[in-house]
T-cell receptor
């Protein structure tokens, strides 16, 4: 199993540009989520999905969109990039949305918005 | 709302000495508690979790954690630190029942000094 994969690893955007961060998992996990990691802030939940076709907002959803058309893929779209979105983004998955399952994390995407 | 506090930004310990990384939490209902480790430029990796039962849980790489319900704490411990344990450690909490969002602490940097 490849686990959770993310592309790209690094990205530089100009303010106002849009882009999609890709996330895929091959473990047939129902639950997938996106976090951003900022110094002194820990990990903050952006959006999550409890199954194909079902998504919901986390703590910091503004400026981001998600969709979940398949179990495997959970892309994160930045609609109009802002410098405040400079961060490291992690995708994670776990077996079920309920229960005590641990999460599996991708390697991250480091995004810089100038 | 649930929350996690990791009161120490950094913990320094000499190689071979015991280490403790502190975590306290707040959650409604029965907690599910997790520890994750992040090595530089990597995603988070699961170390251990508490669901119910024995207050001392054992995890990967010789780590263990002690759950204390009265103090709402879940401190991470290891009897003898290794230089390779140097990393960023995150405590996380969710709860039983319903769809569970996971809340992370801000992380504690562990530095093991040779």
């Amino acid at each position: 199993n490849a686990g959770v994969t993310q592309t790209p690893k690094f990205q530089v955007l100009k303010t106002g540009q849009s882009m999609t961060l890709q996330c895929a998992q091959d473990m047939n996990h129902e639950y997938m989520s996106w976090y951003r990691q900022d110094p002194g802030m820990g990990l903050r939940l952006i959006h999550y999905s409890v199954g194909a076709g079902i998504t919901d907002q986390g703590e910091v959803p503004n400026g981001y969109n998600v969709s979940r058309s398949t179990t495997e893929d959970f892309p994160l779209r930045l609609l109009s990039a802002a410098p405040s979105q400079t961060s490291v983004y992690f995708c994670a998955s776990r077996t079920r949305p309920t229960g005590s399952y641990e999460q599996y994390f991708g390697p991250g995407t480091r995004l810089t918005v100038t | 709302a649930q929350s996690v506090a990791q009161p120490e930004d950094q913990v320094n310990v000499a190689e071979g000495n015991p280490l403790t990384v502190k975590c306290t939490y707040s959650v409604s209902g029965n907690p599910y508690l997790f520890w994750y480790v992040q090595y530089p430029n990597r995603g988070l990796q699961f170390l251990l979790k508490y669901i119910t039962g024995d207050n001392l849980v054992k995890g990967s790489y010789g780590f263990e954690a002690e759950f204390n319900k009265s103090q709402t704490s879940f401190h991470l411990k290891k009897p003898s630190a290794l230089v390779s344990d140097s990393a960023l450690y995150f405590c996380a909490v969710s709860h039983s029942g319903g769809y569970q969002k996971v809340t992370f602490g801000i992380g504690t940097k562990l530095q093991v000094i040779p």
